[in-house]
């Protein structure tokens, strides 16, 4: 099979599913895992997609913001990891803010049961995750309302106004995208400006992110590296990664993704 052959082959499957592997592109090529890498290569440097560990994923323009469905199904491993991870900094007793996303939606998946906590967000899918199952003794939840976008996440000058009135012990953090150089950001403006009202309930801010997330760069600034108390993310992102991020954030936590 010709190079060009591959290539397109490889752009279509990304058309489908916004992100591929190496090892699913070599069964399906019928080439070697080096020859796929090398064409991941060739496609990342003329900027159609954007190659991560094991795979590649789609390359977006930084206003683009994807709808939570087509998110959901994207480095699922990876983001349940995240969760469990992120869960030890959960505390009874606590009173924490959770923002949208599909990350933070696996941590909100596991506090089922825990009817000392008090949960602040601005997510619809969260709010009925942790109050979808009257029958268990579920953490207190106030949702902020706000105007909703394509990522779950409510926002605006009714978000902003209601996370304005609390204080909390922690926030976890969902982001489009964490760069050494931009920061954190997001691709919709008003998301930012809720990112940023979230950020300032507490002095304690963990960001939950899976490693291909490392380097996009969304249109809007909400927050800095040395904002971030604890970043959790999984061990997709490299040693030399984690090296050129660690004299930007206060600590890093990897979470080590089940093997399939």
Do not use: C
Not at 98 to 104: M, N
Not at 142 to 160: E, F, H, K, Q
Request: hydrophobic fraction near 45%.
């Amino acid at each position: 099979m010709l190079a060009a052959e591959r290539h397109a082959r490889i752009t279509a499957a990304l058309r489908t599913d916004g992100a591929v592997k190496v090892v699913d592109l070599a069964e399906l090529l019928g080439v070697s895992e080096m020859t796929i890498r090398r064409d991941l290569d060739v496609l990342d440097d003329r900027e159609v997609l954007r190659k991560v560990h094991g795979g590649a994923i789609a390359r977006s323009n930084r206003g683009v913001e994807l709808p939570s469905t087509a998110k959901a199904g994207r480095q699922h491993a990876e983001k349940v990891a995240i969760g469990h991870a992120a869960l030890g900094s959960v505390e009874d007793g606590m009173t924490v803010a959770i923002s949208a996303g599909t990350t933070t939606l696996e941590l909100a998946r596991l506090l089922h049961g825990r009817s000392s906590l008090t949960v602040v967000t601005n997510s619809i899918s969260i709010f009925q995750e942790l109050t979808g199952h009257p029958d268990e003794p579920n953490p207190v939840v106030y949702l902020t309302g706000g105007s909703r976008t394509p990522s779950d996440a409510l926002v605006g000058p009714i978000a902003n106004a209601a996370l304005n009135s609390f204080r909390v012990d922690a926030v976890f953090l969902g982001v489009h995208g964490f760069d050494i150089e931009s920061g954190l950001t997001s691709p919709n403006i008003a998301e930012a400006e809720t990112n940023r009202a979230l950020i300032a309930t507490s002095r304690r801010l963990f960001v939950l992110a899976d490693s291909t997330k490392f380097r996009e760069v969304g249109t809007n600034v909400f927050g800095r590296m040395v904002d971030i108390d604890t970043l959790v993310v999984d061990d997709g992102l490299g040693a030399s990664d984690r090296s050129a991020l660690a004299p930007h954030v206060q600590h890093i936590l990897v979470a080590e993704t089940e093997k399939q």
